[in-house]
């Protein structure tokens, strides 16, 4: 029988620390999800809904770390989430840099063209950009 305040404070902290932290997980699911599907607006909203999500569980965390202490089995929860996170920005991160290189591949800088208008004639002579003293 449960009869210690501190057993008590003890399950209400984990009553209100599971729902948004199962939130949390879910969304890094969900934008791992996306990210393996390649699916441009999934991601955008995964991502959306998953900062979200981590800032109603850092909150609730905060608040609960200055209310007393975190429970052992959910602080460790946390951490991992928060790996997850880094890992996906890391991965994010290594997506962009791999496509900023095919682009540069793709169409290199020519010097004697900076601008394009819609006839594919260049709407900058060469030179115009520069600084004159």
Do not use: C, K, W
């Not at 991965?91 to 819609?118: E, F, K, N």
């Amino acid at each position: 029988m449960l009869s210690s305040t501190l057993e008590l404070q003890a399950l209400r902290q984990v009553a209100e620390l599971e729902p948004p932290l199962t939130e949390l997980e879910s969304r890094l699911g969900g934008l791992a999800e996306a990210l393996r599907s390649n699916d441009a607006q999934a991601i955008e909203s995964q991502a959306t809904e998953l900062h979200r999500a981590l800032a109603r569980a850092v909150g609730q965390f905060a608040r609960a770390a200055r209310e007393g202490a975190v429970p052992g089995v959910l602080r460790q929860r946390l951490a991992l989430a928060g790996g997850q996170v880094a890992a996906q920005r890391e991965a994010l991160a290594r997506a962009t840099a791999a496509l900023d290189r095919a682009i540069d591949v793709l169409l290199p800088d020519h010097p004697l063209h900076g601008v394009y208008g819609a006839a594919g004639l260049s709407e900058r002579r060469p030179g115009s950009g520069r600084l004159q003293a």
